[in-house]
């Protein structure tokens, strides 16, 4: 049972929005930094989005700052990150995990697709 479970993606028009969650049903989230991820094909995983686990301190990718918007909701125990102004080269399958990540390759869930595209 993975830890991190992305859900939100799908297909997208240019300009459009998405906005991911990321849930965890055995770690408490907020304790922790925790980042979205996205590989788009044949490329490695690249950092997207980052929030820190003490006083909630965001940064981003250069690639996606003024659009992308990292959050969390402690109740809930979930990370979102809204997308807006979408485009090609967002398209990808997003993950969440620990910021930095873990250096373990089975320590990724199954992230969810984001597609934009026309």
């Known amino acids: 049972q993975v830890e991190f479970v992305e859900s939100g993606g799908g297909l997208v028009q240019p300009g459009g929005s998405l906005r991911l969650s990321c849930a965890a049903s055995?770690?408490?989230?907020?304790?922790?930094?925790v980042a979205w991820y996205r590989q788009a094909p044949g490329k490695e995983v690249d950092w997207v989005a980052g929030i820190t686990g003490r006083g909630s301190t965001t940064d981003y990718a250069d690639s996606v700052k003024g659009r992308f918007t990292i959050s969390r909701d402690a109740a809930r125990n979930t990370v979102y990150l809204q997308m807006n102004t979408l485009s090609p080269e967002d398209t990808g399958v997003y993950y969440c995990n620990y910021w930095p990540a873990p250096g373990d390759r089975n320590a990724w869930g199954q992230g969810t697709q984001v597609t934009v595209s026309s």
């Open positions: 055995s770690i408490r989230l907020s304790q922790y930094s």
